[in-house]
């Protein structure tokens, strides 16, 4: 079965510098799909980010670009120039790239912005 | 784009009456939609996934006649909670994904408190 692996339940970073969350992933498949979903204090899950595994390249969105190591299995969030407003939990997932298209989820990383 | 919304935000009802939580897609055709339940400061649990005219597929565990699921249209999915009880009580995220596409959008959710 597949997993998803979040290890820092906690990460806290100054304003203005950079920070990377960690996940990682087991799966036997070659072809699925990774996310990152921020989930602030608000509670409304935000897609910040997606990436599939047949791209070579790694995804990029404005400050957020991601570290897909396939072989390794990884996935990591690169948050760049922190601001207080990426203050949230963040959560990564997997799909499998079928025809059930559900999510399997890690158990996330609160991220805590010093100002 | 990818809009989802969900009412009511938040609900009080007595234990043994039922609640229906909507949640419509409003600007894609949502070909499937997930309901998710959320505990504090953990992820997502899905509940159930359904397709447009077709039956709710629950998770292990989810009482199917507790929990009932209606995604009468390409827009609109429904998740009634029948004869609520206060171990009911939770956050209810929904969530819809459109044709071809493997990511989510997710509703703000519904803050259920059953007294």
């Known amino acids: 079965a597949q997993t998803v692996t979040q290890s820092q339940p906690e990460m806290s970073v100054q304003e203005a510098e950079t920070v990377t969350l960690s996940c990682t992933y087991d799966?036997?498949?070659?072809?699925?799909?990774l996310f990152w979903y921020k989930q602030p204090p608000s509670r409304q899950m935000i897609l910040v980010i997606r990436q599939e595994a047949y791209k070579q390249q790694n995804a990029t969105e404005n400050r957020f670009s991601v570290n897909f190591q396939k072989a390794a299995k990884s996935f990591s969030l690169k948050i760049s120039d922190s601001q207080l407003g990426d203050a949230a939990m963040y959560f990564c997932a997997y799909n499998a790239g079928d025809s059930n298209y559900q999510l399997i989820w890690g158990a996330g990383t609160k991220l805590i912005i010093k100002p | 784009g990818a809009v989802v919304s969900q009412h009511p935000s938040w609900v009080i009802c007595k234990s043994g009456t039922s609640v229906k939580i909507e949640c419509r897609s409003l600007d894609f055709q949502a070909t499937t939609m997930f309901w998710y339940r959320q505990f504090p400061k953990q992820s997502l649990m899905l509940m159930a996934t359904?397709?447009?005219?077709?039956?709710?597929?629950?998770e292990q565990g989810v009482e199917k006649d507790k929990f009932l699921i209606n995604h009468a249209s390409l827009t609109l999915s429904t998740l009634t909670v029948t004869s609520a009880h206060p171990e009911d009580s939770s956050f209810y995220i929904c969530s819809a994904r459109g044709q071809g596409r493997y990511e989510q959008y997710f509703g703000p959710g519904t803050r259920l408190t059953v007294t």
């Open positions: 359904s397709n447009e005219g077709s039956k709710a597929t629950y």
């Open positions: 799966t036997s498949e070659s072809d699925y799909y």
